[in-house]
């Protein structure tokens, strides 16, 4: 039986990942700071499933998850725990957005090395962490949230080129917007998105893993968004920037 290892498994994407993974016979291994809540999606899955709570904003959080992936049975990584601020910069709290960092990018770069280690050792793996389409828009309203994210995509497709060889792949799977509880717990206002551009948790789960159990270092649900990001790609910077301005994004 495999194992996987899902972080932020309680609620959102993670916990998508962890039903659906569950239902690809799965040994799952959820990791979350809730520890009630992982009790209760572990007695939701029909599944074998162990629960690791754990704050990844925090060194010790950080460590005991590292340390379960140090002992090489984890097949696949999810890399899924991440927060959001939607706050200008210099309005948010400067330890919230030092937060954000820590999960969003020192948790996946500790866990990754972890993984990395392990999987390279025994010659087989995969490391999945959960990205967005933010990460390729400078957003003026959200500064430090798509930094981290495109910090994210290029780190996983980085190591995607070093471990070619080696049995393990990484890839960074880029949603858009989502429907799932991230943005009501951010206080995000998203009225104004309109109803074409949400996604459901089922699809973009589903369409991240066929992507990383082939090793597509770079994966973005659906073809509108990937029609989106390719012209973010292309786009001259100064164009971009004006069209993220002019949709205060």
């Known amino acids: 039986m495999p194992t996987a290892l899902v972080t932020g498994a309680s609620a959102g994407l993670g916990a998508e990942f962890a039903r659906q993974l569950a239902g690809r016979g799965y040994h799952l291994v959820l990791v979350a700071r809730d520890a009630d809540r992982l009790s209760a999606a572990q007695n939701a899955l029909p599944a074998s499933v162990e629960v690791l709570p754990a ?4 060194d010790d959080g950080c460590a005991a998850v590292a340390a379960r992936l140090g002992k090489g049975d984890v097949d696949l990584l999810v890399n899924n725990a991440g927060i959001g601020t939607y706050r200008p910069f210099g309005v948010a709290d400067l330890a ?3 937060r954000q960092l820590d999960l969003n990018v020192r948790a996946v770069l500790r866990l990754t090395h972890a993984a990395v280690r392990a999987m390279t050792d025994r010659g087989s793996g995969r490391i999945l962490n959960v990205s967005s389409v933010a990460g390729f828009v400078p957003r003026g309203g959200n500064a430090t949230y798509s930094a981290s994210k495109a910090w994210v995509t290029m780190f996983s497709e980085a ?11 990484v890839t960074a799977v880029c949603p858009g917007f989502t429907h799932t509880e991230f943005h009501e717990r951010a206080g995000a206002d998203m009225s104004n998105v309109g109803g074409r551009m949400w996604l459901s948790a089922d699809q973009v789960v589903r369409d991240g893993l066929a992507d990383t159990l082939v090793g597509k270092p770079v994966s973005v649900p659906s073809r509108r968004y990937q029609a989106l990001v390719a012209a973010a790609r292309t786009l001259p910077r100064p164009v971009l920037r004006a069209v993220a301005a002019r949709r205060g994004l």
């Open 55 to 58: 704050d990844l904003a925090t």
């Open 96 to 98: 919230l957005e030092e």
């Open 159 to 169: 190591l995607s080129i070093q471990l070619q060889g080696t049995g393990v792949t």
